[in-house]
């Protein structure tokens, strides 16, 4: 069986489109929370594209959420995945525009439907990054809180000094 690649990609851009689909039904239905917590983790980085014959480099956005629903004794988790975004720069504010826009449902509508909201917010230390933080802080409240892999390394990296075994920039070198 053969299939071209034209036909291949828009059987994928189907099934992409029917999964987000059933995510927004999903996190439609949750309905009212006492308590909601938004985990946004967001990533930027610089990725050789080509558009047609043209190669160059782009800002890449990868961004991926997880909220938790509790109401009364019953906690639901929802995964969302949302698309990569190519954007302009990594200014703070374009990359609130890149995850305001990827965002299923907007923050405030998910606000308005619980009691208590919040996000947590898992980027790097970049200062756009962190900026991106506080700009979100106006409109919800904002826990800014470092990727894990930024953790561990930060863990690791006090011990491996010591040792003599490891430079300070080993969490640089994994990425």
Known sequence: ???????????????????????????????????????????????????????????????????????????KRVDIVMPMAAIESTAAETLKAALWSSLPVPLQGLARRSRRFAVVLNTDSGAACLRLGRHMS????????????HQACLAMISIFSVAGTMSALFCATLL
Not at 138 to 149: G, L, Y
């Open 138 to 149: 106006v409109v919800v409240p904002t826990f800014q809180s470092p990727c894990r892999m």
């Open 1 to 75: 069986m053969q299939a071209s690649h034209s036909y291949v990609q828009n059987v994928r851009h189907a099934c992409a489109e029917q999964f987000l689909r059933f995510q927004l039904e999903a996190l439609r239905r949750l309905g009212r929370a006492d308590t909601m917590i938004l985990e946004v983790a967001l990533d930027e980085t610089e990725e050789p594209t080509r558009v047609e014959v043209r190669a160059e480099t782009a800002h890449m956005m990868t961004v991926h959420a997880r909220l938790f629903h509790r109401r009364g004794q019953e906690t």
